[in-house]
């Protein structure tokens, strides 16, 4: 990936603060699939005091990520990681923090103005999350990456664990309306925060 250019895929991973398991099994399942696209870590966590760098969302999701393709990844110095390597790191892989986000709408405006940032244009964006997750997640982009905003299309990969734990209550808000209702106020309040008005230099790092 070169800085000013267009990108065909992009994976963005969003945060979550008791699912990284699931989701992290989620992106190595998404690397397998995409294996030369580079990859967002999208979140910060919802809390209100400040949070070190690395024990945001999206460091933290990293970080494991990173250990689990250590632990499946071949030994031996003379053996090249191709493409036909399943846990291999992508070749010229970059991957992008976005450590500001505290909610789903965030995650998609502050990585969209991470990409804006660092001249990236996606052709096509793979989110990766929960499947309980997903309709919301759904709705944000709908509302948040609209033709008229962005040029690229999204696309939710479904290769990844659900949390059975979360169901419950998710369903339960979808049933009482209650889901809908948060959308639209945490993209109101998406629209106005910090991240629209463009990212810090100190607040989103570019790895590679």
Known sequence: MVVGT?????????GSRDMESTREQG??????????????????GKQVEYVPVPQRESSR?????SRALQQHSPTTTTTTKTKNNPHSTP??????????????????ECSRTLWLKHGI??????????PYHRARAREFAKLLWSPSRVPWTVDFFE???????????????????????????DTVQTLVGPCSQGPSASSCAMLT
């Open 61 to 65: 999701m990293l970080r494991g990520v």
């Open 6 to 14: 267009t990108v065909r895929v992009m994976i963005l991973v969003l």
């Open 121 to 130: 244009t996606p052709t096509r964006v793979i989110v990766v999350t929960n």
């Open 159 to 185: 290769d990844v664990p659900d949390a059975p734990q979360a169901s419950l209550a998710w369903r339960t808000a979808l049933e009482n309306g209650l889901l809908w209702k948060q959308v639209l106020n």
């Open 91 to 108: 070749p010229a892989a970059h991957v992008l923090l976005e450590d500001r986000a505290n909610n789903t709408a965030d995650n998609f």
């Open 27 to 44: 992106v190595l399942n998404a690397i397998k699939a995409f294996p030369r696209a580079p990859i967002t870590f999208s979140g910060r």
